[in-house]
């Protein structure tokens, strides 16, 4: 799959608009800490859908460098809701050799 066949998968299933990965560095707080810290996956958030679409940074990378590589592939995760937040759709993109460590 390349990032557009991507898209046009979670466009289809959400009944989304998504032309545009606006891809935000996600943070995290460090132990025992208040401080949130960069970290080295990026996410696009679609509140209006409730789709997230996380990738890590060599990925990210990769596909800038390459983007029309076809080997990409993504994983579906829906997300229940907790206390503090609604339930909604994760999609994983990652590089088949990459699979492994995220599934």
């Known amino acids: 799959m390349t990032i557009n066949d991507i898209k046009s998968v979670i466009n289809t299933e959400m009944g989304s608009s998504m032309t545009n990965l606006l891809m935000q560095n996600q943070k995290a707080k460090l132990p025992g800490s208040e401080t949130e810290v960069p970290t080295d996956w990026f ?17 990210l990378t990769s596909i800038k460098q390459s983007p029309l590589r076809g080997d990409l592939v993504v994983k579906k995760q829906p997300v229940a809701a907790t206390a503090t937040t609604a339930a909604y759709t994760r999609y994983i993109v990652v590089i088949p050799a990459e699979v492994a460590a995220v599934l």
Do not use: A, G, L, Y
């Open 43 to 59: 996410s696009h958030w679609d509140n209006t859908h409730r789709i997230r679409v996380t990738m890590h940074k060599d990925v």
